[in-house]
T-cell receptor, first 112, second 111 residues
Framework: SQKIEQNSEALNIQEGKTATLTCNYTNYSPAYLQWYRQDPGRGPVFLLLIRENEKEKRKERLKVTFDTTLKQSLFHITASQPADSATYLCALPTDSWGKLQFGAGTQVVVTP | DSGVTQTPKHLITATGQRVTLRCSPRSGDLSVYWYQQSLDQGLQFLIQYYNGEERAKGNILERFSAQQFPDLHSELNLSSLELGDSALYFC??????????FGPGTRLTVL
């Protein structure tokens, strides 16, 4: 069955450093992969989408890579700030209509 | 603000009862998705509608049903509620088969 794995342990990081999160998947051949941010008690917010033919995508301080051979995506937050503290979810499409399966998410805590 | 609205914000009810959750998608979005998020389960896809028609189903219980109306708003009906149904229920909408825009959620507590 299709599976998405994200680090379940919280990532504690000092302000100004780079946070790197991993999303591994099995039994998928996704055309794209998405990353969302979720704050406690709130709905996820879309951050970035990267397609299978793109190796890397950037948006401000965020960078995503996508390695379809390794079946892995890395999500980087550079120059992290306390406001970046949240849970980050990766999501993969499971059909052609946009149905997504989400990973369990990795919590990031940025301390001043 | 994602442009997706959900009502009510909170709902407290008793086991065995029936509730209806409502979602209004972003203007112009034809797709509506429902998700359930409980503490131990993460975000679980329930069902998708596109322009009034059911498009995809996840692990939605038979006690749950949904529909999308001609004005594109959607309702999720949960019946014969059990304690384990307590969760956050999110609705999301999209105009493409790509990013989804999530509402603020409805927190359901079943006592």
């Amino acid at each position: 069955s299709q599976k998405i794995e994200q680090n379940s342990e919280a990532l504690n990081i000092q302000e100004g450093k780079t946070a790197t999160l991993t999303c591994n998947y099995t039994n998928y051949s996704p055309a794209y992969l998405q990353w969302y941010r979720q704050d406690p008690g709130r709905g996820p917010v879309f951050l970035l989408l990267i397609r299978e033919n793109e190796k890397e995508k950037r948006k401000e301080r965020l960078k995503v890579t996508f390695d379809t051979t390794l079946k892995q995506s890395l999500f980087h937050i550079t120059a992290s700030q306390p406001a970046d503290s949240a849970t980050y979810l990766c999501a993969l499409p499971t059909d052609s209509w946009g149905k997504l399966q989400f990973g369990a998410g990795t919590q990031v805590v940025v301390t001043p | 603000d994602s442009g997706v609205t959900q009502t009510p914000k909170h709902l407290i009810t008793a086991t065995g009862q029936r509730v209806t959750l409502r979602c209004s998608p972003r203007s112009g979005d034809l797709s509506v998705y429902w998700y359930q998020q409980s503490l131990d389960q993460g975000l679980q896809f329930l069902i998708q509608y596109y322009n009034g028609e059911e498009r995809a189903k996840g692990n939605i219980l038979e006690r749950f049903s949904a529909q999308q109306f001609p004005d594109l708003h959607s309702e999720l009906n949960l019946s014969s509620l059990e304690l384990g149904d307590s969760a956050l229920y999110f609705c999301a909408s999209s105009s493409t088969r790509n990013e989804q825009f999530f509402g603020p959620g409805t927190r359901l507590t079943v006592l």
